[in-house]
């Protein structure tokens, strides 16, 4: 059945919501309240569930006008906030949550002469602590592509692939979200370091052995090196393979232990 | 330097941001825009940072005003939008993103006769496949504990927890969010299972053999089982540690290969 013509049209979705988009259906504030009564009177009527309107910056004053329609957050970013409204009175909404886990990693590089790269943030959580350098994941990025990219921006140093080593999953974070921190073992390809002035107060090589006694690394980051250590000995990689999937095709990253226990590098000297 | 009596107080941060919390400032629309500005002036002349608003939903009045004051959206949640403005005019923001993973677990769930537990959703993506059960993990839910609550839910099976299986990082899914998708090998405590109608259209346990030639279960499917198998075969099992932090005193969970081969249990008969 068509939609009425003095109703948002939205896009439909498979389990019979609608999302509404402010920029594809523009509003004026003076017009925007009456347009939205009809929408719900005829989404009500036309059994539709989840109302979502995609609300830009520009359209703030939309906001509300959708609260005090019934209409709730959902999530934000910057420039959009994305507002919904459950229509059926018989049923539970089931709507999945927004993600509320922010993604990082940390980059374990080792060197030939058996020496750690380390940094100090500039604004540390624990200050002057030793800690592999490392950072947030960027939207759509890959993991092992953003650790190499956070050590080359903190640190200049360049490096390639070698293994997973572990993840760490936290709650109780910034924004009220958990966190997920993969540690990622790579190689160094130069050795000499140019520091991040604005995020690193202090880095430098040190030696394995002083790292796994030194005060000022916590335990946590001790325990991330002797699990690589591990690996090392026993032939293990957790490696990532890049797929596409059969029928979706959409493209994804799997990370697993590698069967081909050949495929381990050469081993640390250790 | 205190600051003067008509001005939002906040709470200030280690990156000399200050964050508004709505519910503990609370104010009339009539007097928000004035005492803004003011604050505005206050927070500029005292080299504040990111400037953070908690907006409630009985607040939503204030976000036109603050989207008119240069204050753009960050993120938000049932109930609540968080706007946030930098203030420097000579350094750029670097503030992080909020989080844009959705995280997801399907339980991998065997029994004695060779036997993979799976479903087939009833809002698939794909109608008809057959794949494992699982969901998206609760905020501050463990992932271990996300994969036996979802198996539990979608099936009447109870299990514990074997092996980590491995881990699937994609990109553009739904909220136009990354999502990482962990397999969990789990073994099961009762046998006899009883479908969720919501969810489930259909569910079985498929002889193993069957499963990994099943036109049907999808080639990624497939090859969790593959990796399964090849880590009973090899003694590995990806572990979890719960773990508190030296310093922090904060609780996270650890996911490694476990040094311990000793610690794997009975293996598959295949």
Chains 1, 2 share one sequence.
Not at 135 to 159: H, S, W
Not at 167 to 193: E, Q, T, W
């Amino acid at each position: 059945m068509d939609s009425p013509p003095d109703v948002f049209i939205g896009l439909k979705d498979r389990f019979e919501g609608v999302t509404v988009d402010g920029r594809e259906e523009k509003v004026d504030k003076s017009k925007f309240e009456e347009k939205l009564r009809k929408s719900l009177e005829w989404w009500t009527s036309n059994k539709n569930r989840a109302i979502w309107f995609r609300v830009y910056k520009e359209q703030a004053d939309w906001v509300p006008i959708l609260a005090a329609s019934g209409f709730d957050f959902h999530h934000a970013r910057t420039g959009m906030v994305v507002m919904y409204r459950w229509l059926p009175t018989h049923e539970s909404s089931n709507l999945p949550n927004y993600a509320h886990t922010l993604l990082g990693v940390g980059g374990l590089v080792i060197n030939d002469k058996d020496e750690v790269l380390v940094v100090s943030d500039r604004y540390a959580m624990i200050p002057n602590s030793w800690k592999l350098p490392g950072g947030y994941v960027e939207p759509r990025e890959n993991l092992i592509d953003a650790a190499i990219r956070e050590v080359e921006e903190e640190t200049g140093i360049r490096t390639t692939f070698r293994s997973v080593v572990c993840l760490r999953h936290a709650h109780g974070g910034i924004f009220g979200c958990s966190d997920i921190y993969m540690v990622i073992a790579l190689k160094p390809i130069n050795l000499d370091f140019t520091r991040c002035e604005r995020e690193i107060a202090r880095l430098q090589w040190m030696p394995i052995a002083e790292y796994l006694q030194h005060p000022q690394v916590h335990e946590t980051n001790r325990q991330f090196v002797h699990t690589f250590l591990d690996y090392q000995k026993r032939g293990l990689v957790l490696t990532c393979r890049n797929q596409v999937h059969q029928v979706l095709k959409r493209e994804y990253n799997l990370y697993f232990v590698d069967g081909d226990t050949q495929a381990v590098d050469d081993g640390l000297k250790l």
